[in-house]
């Protein structure tokens, strides 16, 4: 019996033994290195902090700084190219009717090699049942434009890009909305992250209205960037800000629109601050827009400054657009523009003064809306602009007026009209209905006082044009809210 006690109690021991083991499910737990290579400097500095006994297993750790190679190139971020005189951005808004056409002005892009000077990016948004080229596509991409060797003029080939900033891959459907200002900024971001340049031009393609977007669903007042998907469009006030978020504090060399009613004087006050020049047309233009191709390849072959940059596009338009009766296009220094503004408001002021009667207030009513160059669409409602230069020819000359015209003048670098009349900028005068039909009232965005939160830049300022609240006898106070 007792044997087998002896042997039972060998057997426990056994278990409790192995139980002492390393428990390497325990934070505690560690397992001796077989071979130590600590130096002898090492084992001097352990001694002194406490006393090791030699026939002591004690785990040291190893604080040796081992010096490895790095091959600097891998800090290098591939994305990042070297800077360029230009950086042109076009924002494509075609989730719309204009899809086709952006296909068509995508591919004129492709036409050019851009070689050493000159970036191009298209952020493109395209829409469903428009068109079905190029594997039918409806996302939202991001491309850099090269030039197409086989120079074919319907499938897109250039290189489709990553960007962090809109979260956008190069093989991934990603749907952005064109009218949101993050996606606008973001693209301004990427372009001065991964592509510097000494100067940035934005180009706003697609439908566009002018300076305000629409207080009525069903009404076709939607400022730029229309994105049907989404059922929105971008205001000038927050295209405004999504720039000056982009660019942080670095101005746009040259804004351009390739849209309807892209230069008007509440738009130009708008972007004043974050654009050196402007460029597109007052009126209306056709549905093929600017002609890429003969754009790019002109400036590129030429001096390649912001001046020879306005004046490229606007040759490209008269040459494109010249049996136009409607057809406009000018050129504005934005940094002129705070004081053309001023001048208007002073000078309206003082011709609103100047009417006492009935007759007076039907005299200047009549210049406004038969006499001077305007901008429409007659076939739907439209806002109503006045040329604002062709608009001061036909009022009395005082010296305000010629204040005005004098800044106006500096203001504006070039202007063309294929009608041969004057052609500078639209001023927003009333809403258009149709067949000769105005609208008699502004709206509230339009109205200084009214706290309407999209109210403009222009419409907060420029008191003595646009109809107040408290009533202070502005110009459009005196010609449609007056009675004689």
Known sequence: MKKYFWLIHIFLCVIVFASCGNDYSS???????????????????????????DDEDCYVPDDTVYEIEVDERLDEDLSVHDKRAWTFLVYMAADNNLEGDGITDFNEMEQIDYGESANLLVLFDRAENYDATNGNWTDTRLYRVS??????????????????????????????????PLTMSGFLSFARRCYPADNYA????????????????????????????????????????????????????????????????????????????????????PESGWNYTDVFND???????????????????????????????????????????NQLSVYSKSLADSITSKSQRDKIFTIFTEKCVSYCAVSYPSDFYVDLRDLLSFL??????????????????????????????????????????????????????????????FVTDCTGYVPCIKKNGSLMEKLFYTNF
């Not at 934070?27 to 006994?53: L, M």
């Not at 086989?150 to 093989?171: P, V, W």
């Not at 230069?263 to 004043?272: D, F, I, K």
């Open 147 to 180: 030039k197409d060797e086989q120079q074919n003029k319907t499938l897109i080939a250039s290189e489709r890009l990553d960007c962090e900033e809109l979260g956008l891959k190069n093989d991934f459907m990603t749907e952005l909305d064109m009218a949101n």
């Open 396 to 457: 009395d000359s005082t010296d305000k007026k010629k204040k005005l015209v004098r800044a106006l003048d500096e203001a504006i670098v070039s202007s063309w009209s294929a009608s041969g009349h004057t052609s500078s900028l639209g001023l927003f005068f009333c809403v258009y209905q149709s067949s000769g039909v105005i609208q008699a009232s502004h709206p509230s965005m339009y109205t200084n006082g009214s706290r309407d939160p999209l109210v403009s830049r």
């Open 299 to 341: 400036f590129l072959g030429g001096k390649k400054t912001v001046s020879s940059f306005m004046e490229v596009v606007s040759e490209q338009f008269k040459k494109s657009y010249k049996n136009y009766s409607y057809a406009a296009f000018s050129c504005i220094d934005l940094e002129k523009i705070p004081m053309v503004v």
């Open 27 to 53: 934070t505690d737990s560690y397992v001796i290195p077989k071979a130590s290579s600590k130096t002898e400097s090492q084992i001097e500095e352990k001694s002194s902090r406490e006393e090791v006994s």
């Open 202 to 285: 934005l180009i706003i393609w697609g439908h566009g209205t002018g300076w305000r977007n629409s207080e009525l669903e069903n009404e076709p007042f939607r400022a730029v960037a229309v994105d049907s998907a989404s059922g929105s469009y971008m205001t000038i006030s927050q295209m405004r800000q999504a720039i000056l978020d982009g660019m942080e504090e670095e101005k746009l060399s040259v804004i351009g629109f390739d849209t309807c009613f892209g230069v008007c004087l509440e738009s130009a006050y708008e972007l004043s601050d974050c654009a050196k020049f402007m460029v597109g047309t007052p009126a209306l233009v």
